[in-house]
C-alpha cells in the first residue's frame, strides 16, 4: 500500500475564514499602494517623454529643414518709390515684412521740413532768394 499526498478541498473553520478575509484586505490594500506609485510612476515618465519627445520634434524641424527661428535686430525703412514700409533684417538687409504707407505718413511728406522750415512747393517764387 502507498501513501501519498493531495492538495484536496477543506472547508474553513470561522477562525480560518475571518484569517483568510484579513488577509485578503492587506493584499487587496497593498496591490492599491502598488498600483498607485505605478501611476505617479508612470505619470512621472511620461512628463519626461513628452518633454524629450517635444526636443526630438523640434531638432528635427531644424534639420529637415536646415533653418532655426532666432531673435534678429530689425528696422523699418520708407520706400517713397513704391509707397510702402519695408521691415528689414539687420544682419543681412533682406525685407522680410513690406505694408502700404499709413494716410499720416503719406501726408507727413507734404509737410516736409528742410532746414527747419516748411518746403513750399508751386511757383518757385521767393526760392532761392
Known amino acids: 500500500m502507498s501513501i501519498e499526498t493531495r492538495s484536496l478541498p ?3 473553520s470561522n477562525d480560518e475564514f475571518t ?3 484579513e488577509e485578503l484586505a492587506r493584499q487587496i490594500a ?6 498607485t506609485e505605478r501611476k505617479a510612476q508612470a505619470s512621472d515618465f ?3 517623454l513628452e518633454t524629450v ?11 529637415r529643414d536646415r533653418t532655426e527661428y532666432r531673435e534678429i535686430r530689425v528696422y523699418e525703412r520708407r520706400n517713397d518709390i513704391a509707397l510702402t514700409m519695408e521691415l528689414i533684417r539687420d544682419d543681412t538687409g533682406e525685407v522680410v515684412e513690406s505694408r502700404p504707407l499709413l494716410k499720416a505718413e503719406l501726408q507727413a511728406e507734404l509737410f516736409h521740413v528742410a532746414g527747419g522750415k516748411k518746403k513750399k512747393s ?7 532768394n
Open 122 to 128: 508751386g511757383s518757385g517764387e521767393g526760392e532761392g
Open 19 to 21: 484569517s483568510r478575509s
Open 46 to 48: 511620461k512628463g519626461k
Open 53 to 63: 519627445e517635444g526636443a526630438i520634434k523640434s531638432l528635427a524641424r531644424v534639420v
Open 10 to 12: 477543506v472547508k474553513l
Open 30 to 35: 497593498k496591490w492599491d499602494d502598488i498600483d
